[in-house]
């Protein structure tokens, strides 16, 4: 211990300010599967979905990843294999609570219905949007100035706009969020 | 704090902060945070309103017009940096850097525990109890935690045991994963 206690004394960080020549902030860049730091994706459970991420989006970083890690590699290999066996035994450390793997809601598509209101009036219920990442609350806005309508946001993933609306909203849609595609958007009939 | 925070639900309201609040929060900034004095101006723009995001548990956020999360505080106790903030700014906390070993756990939240913060691969800033850290780890530039020092440094490497530093706020837990607020 004496002379972890002596490497920590010698070794204290001293705060000294902005670093001379660092113009900040600092951008950095973050993993879009996981959120963090490039450098911790190795931290994350899915790790290979980082890789592949990183492989697509930041082909540069990739490539330096692969070089270090083929440098360091061995040297982690040995590391591995002198405890694998024990961390089989034993639980994996650092890793019991460790980050549930986001559950990534995958577009679902989006499903519309309409429903009748009273005998001539129809309403429009559109359901999905919310897994496109669409705030549904600016979506209702949208649809209710674009229709000169009323629209509101009716459950945890469900829009209801008055006035049947499902043939515009084909075209709306895609063109207001590109990540709509209009194959995505199922016209489901008369009501729920 | 922030391990079990789901923002859609422990949201409660949002509003803009009187100039008056404002000006006392920018105050605390540069009491608590000297070196950011140069950069106040770019982290809190003057003329631009603050948002307070409260929240459950006596929580509220600070964030700026357009939305961004940048300060959080505990009832009306110390201003913590959100890591989004820290990381573009590293210099504005005393550094603790932990061990390889200790990152998968700070990761999953846990507190930072003396031997990991003073075995040969970490090192530290000295600091005096509770003070509000920034939790960087051996061979990355980053920083994986913002945390509160339970234990002065001295303390730390004499007792060598026990909880050193209370992890607040880590990479991927319910702040960091929060989006911007309107």
């Given amino acids: 211990m004496a002379t972890a206690d002596g490497g920590a004394e010698r070794a204290f960080l001293v705060n000294e300010g902005p670093k001379k020549g660092v113009s900040y902030p600092i951008k950095l860049a973050y993993c879009g599967e996981c959120t963090m730091p490039i450098e911790y994706c190795e931290y994350y459970v899915n790790y290979e979905k980082c890789k592949e991420w990183l492989q697509k989006n930041l082909p540069r970083e990739f490539e330096k990843l692969s070089v270090t890690k083929e440098g360091e590699g061995d040297v982690e290999k ?9 961390k089989k035994k034993r639980q994996t450390r650092g890793g019991k609570g460790l980050m549930k793997a986001k559950k990534k809601v995958e577009p679902q598509g989006i499903r519309m219905w309409t429903a009748s209101r009273g005998k001539k009036k129809k309403v429009t219920i559109v359901v999905g949007l919310a897994s496109y990442e669409i ?58 | ?72 505080r505990h009832r009306d106790g110390d201003l913590y940096p959100t890591l989004k903030l820290l990381h573009k700014y590293p210099f504005i906390l005393p550094h603790m850097q932990v061990d390889k070993g200790a990152i998968g756990f700070v990761l999953s939240g846990a507190n930072i525990m003396c031997p990991g913060l003073t075995s ?10 509770d003070t509000v850290v920034a939790i960087m780890a051996e061979g990355k530039d980053t920083a994986i935690a913002i945390g509160l020092t339970k234990l002065s440094t001295d303390d730390i490497i004499s007792k060598n045991k026990g909880v050193g530093v209370e992890n607040i706020h880590f990479l991927n837990d319910g702040l960091w994963q929060m989006k911007a607020v309107k």
């Avoid at chain 2, 101006?41 to 003329?47: A, G, R, V």
């Avoid at chain 2, 691969?121 to 005096?128: S, W």
Wanted: with cysteine; net charge negative; aromatic share 8%.
């Fill in chain 1, 78 to 86: 040995k590391d591995d294999g002198g405890s694998g066996e024990e």
């Fill in chain 2, 1 to 72: 704090m922030f391990k079990k925070f789901i923002p859609k639900e422990m949201v409660t309201n949002i509003n803009n902060a009187k100039s008056s609040v404002q000006k006392g929060i920018r105050h605390q900034v540069l009491d608590q945070m000297p070196f950011a004095e140069d950069y106040i101006d770019q982290i809190l723009p003057k003329k631009e309103a603050l948002k307070i995001v409260k929240c459950q548990d006596h929580i509220e956020i600070l964030a700026a017009q357009n939305g961004e999360l940048l300060f959080f």
């Fill in chain 1, 135 to 192: 705030d549904l609350k600016d979506a209702s806005k949208f649809f209710a100035s674009k229709f000169s309508c009323g629209s509101s946001v009716s459950g945890d993933d469900e829009i209801v706009i008055q006035g049947d609306v499902k043939d515009d909203l084909f075209d709306y849609l895609p063109e207001k969020w590109s990540q709509i595609e209009e194959d995505d958007i199922e016209d489901m009939g008369e009501k729920k």
């Fill in chain 2, 120 to 129: 040969p691969g970490a090192r530290m800033t000295r600091v005096d109890k």
